[in-house]
């Protein structure tokens, strides 16, 4: 039986966006005079031919968030929050057409792509409640005699840089915020999924959004677009999500002009299972951090460090698991993982896959594959990995779980605390003193504690070292857009 591919449903969808007007400065759908192929993951085909800005359109798009800024900022809170509360429920009322799009054009598997919708479309139900509670304090200044008023207020025009593999939440972790705040917005979404940010920034505008408070400008020269808004003295805002190497060149140009910057970076989450623990509840912990996304998420699970006790037991569960994924194209029935994003991503794993066999690993378990020409790799268990190996050292991003033996507490956080990344990680134990006690004692942003997903709108993301500068979601995502003032008022 021929693979289901893409329905015709969506090509309905992406063709009513109309993409080859797709650059979206102040409310119209522009074309650029060139385009790019946006193509589905899992077979190579193109889907779309997207307009493919440039600095024109980045200059375009700062215009147009610039002069709805003053309007935007003097909007009432409650009436922010309303418009947002709108695009959030506009958002979950379309998840299957959004799941759909999602799906296309990065080709995860369909219940992957609805739970993005869920956890994308929350952040505008977060940020909508939000947005109603702004900053500010009043105190009598400790010498007497003068009051001090806190406030604070939109940081101006945003630049926001979002990454591919969550094309929706991404965007609605930063649009949120900033809207909230009273900021208006650039975003230049990722070449390989731009179909489904322009969905959300028409989503925006349907809520009762004005037009120019939310632009999108999608390119294949993203450093002559970024680089355009960094110059540009009316942006004041760079929120970037992406790899450690370009948020450090993009800290390096926010520099220049002393650009307020905020940075969600690349992880290399440890994945710590305890003698004492659950192992069932550990195993299914596993493959939610693992395998959501294919492992192609920045919080996903990089190097499992298993007990020696349990280690036999662990990886006989989890690699029947592992085995019983269904790989594929979205849209065939019982799909649970998708293909990678690009042919550079399946060579990188197979080289992180080929350094760990050469120094003594082996693959104890592994899915079957895909026959589609789309960038396959099958979900693989490795054993016996030194802790030199290239796979724990750096981030994966795909649908590796090598796995390492510990037996001593100190080695074991030596061993996870040696990395320069610290985003997320997890720990399962039964003793719940010592798993706070590790998770205290680990180098990262964010510890699941017997559970696999740290992701929570209300709860603040981000990393330490050289994972981020910064948080979203939680209180802390409005803050990032925000600026504080304060008065001395001498009123004697
Ligand atoms: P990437 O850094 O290559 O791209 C991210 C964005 O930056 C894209 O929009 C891309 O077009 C743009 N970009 C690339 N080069 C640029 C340049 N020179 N100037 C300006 N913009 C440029 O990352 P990616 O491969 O798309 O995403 C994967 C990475 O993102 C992983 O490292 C992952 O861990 C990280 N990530 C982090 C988080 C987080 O919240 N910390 C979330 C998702 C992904």
Same mark, same amino acid.
């Given at each position: ?79 922010? @929050? ?20 999602? @799906? ?34 009043f105190a009598e200044s400790p010498a007497g005699g003068t009051r001090t008023i806190v406030t604070s207020r939109p940081v ?8 591919? +593999? ?48 939310? +632009? ?6 993203? $450093? ?68 959501? +996304? ?7 699970? +990089? ?109 074991m956080l030596r061993q996870v605390n040696d990395t320069e990344l610290g985003l997320a990680a997890y720990v399962f134990s $039964? ?62």
């Amino acid at each position: 039986m021929a693979p289901r591919l893409v329905p015709s449903s969506v090509l309905d969808t992406i063709k009513t966006l109309d993409p080859e007007h797709g650059a979206h400065i102040g409310g119209q759908g522009l074309s650029t005079g060139r385009t790019f192929g946006v193509r589905d993951k899992a077979t190579g085909d193109v889907l779309a031919d997207y307009a493919d800005g440039g600095v024109a359109e980045a200059t375009a798009a700062v215009d147009a968030a610039a002069a709805a800024f003053p309007g935007w900022a003097a909007t009432a809170p409650r009436v922010r @929050s309303e418009a947002l509360r709108r695009a959030f429920e506009l958002m979950v009322a379309r998840t299957d057409e959004l799941a759909a799009l999602i @799906s296309a054009e990065n080709g995860k598997a369909l219940a992957d792509a609805r739970a993005e919708v869920t956890y994308a479309a929350e952040f505008f139900r977060w940020f909508a409640e939000e947005a109603v509670r702004p900053d500010g304090d009043f105190a009598e200044s400790p010498a007497g005699g003068t009051r001090t008023i806190v406030t604070s207020r939109p940081v101006g025009v945003s630049a926001l840089v979002t990454p591919w +593999n969550f094309p929706a939440a991404m965007a609605t972790r930063k649009i949120g915020p900033a809207l909230a705040a009273g900021c208006t917005v650039v975003l230049k979404p990722a070449s390989e999924t731009p179909l489904t940010a322009l969905a959300v920034a028409r989503i925006l505008e349907e809520a009762g959004v004005p037009a120019g408070v939310v +632009n999108v400008v999608a390119t294949t020269d993203a $450093g002559a677009v970024v680089g355009a808004w960094l110059a540009d003295a009316r942006v004041r805002k760079i929120s970037f999500t992406g790899s450690t190497g370009v948020g450090s060149l993009l800290l390096g140009q926010a520099a220049e002009r002393i650009v307020n910057s905020s940075m969600e970076l690349g992880g290399n989450a440890p994945f710590v299972v305890a003698a004492d623990a659950d192992l069932d509840a550990a195993v299914a912990g596993a493959m939610i951090a693992k395998f959501r +996304n294919g492992g192609q998420a920045c919080t996903a699970a +990089n190097r499992f460090y298993v007990h020696a006790d349990v280690v036999e037991e662990f990886v006989a569960k989890f690699g029947a698991a592992i085995e019983a994924l269904q790989v594929g194209s979205a849209f065939e029935d019982g799909t649970a993982v998708g293909p990678l994003i690009s042919a550079k991503a399946v060579a990188g794993t197979t080289a992180l896959v080929e350094d760990a066999l050469a120094r003594g690993a082996r693959i104890a378990h592994q899915a079957g594959s895909s026959e589609l020409d789309g960038h396959f790799y099958p979900p693989t268990l490795l054993v016996d990995v030194p802790a030199d190996a290239e796979v724990v050292r750096n981030e994966i991003f795909g649908p590796i779980a090598p796995v390492v033996t510990w037996t001593e507490d100190e080695e074991m956080l030596r061993q996870v605390n040696d990395t320069e990344l610290g985003l997320a990680a997890y720990v399962f134990s $039964g003793d719940l003193r010592w798993a706070l006690k590790t998770a205290e004692r680990i180098e990262a942003g964010m510890v699941g504690v017997n559970r696999g997903v740290v992701s929570d709108p209300s709860a603040p993301f981000g990393g330490v070292k050289q994972s981020g500068l910064g948080r979203e979601g939680a209180r802390d995502g409005v803050r990032a857009f925000t600026e504080t003032q304060y008065f001395s008022v001498d009123w004697s």
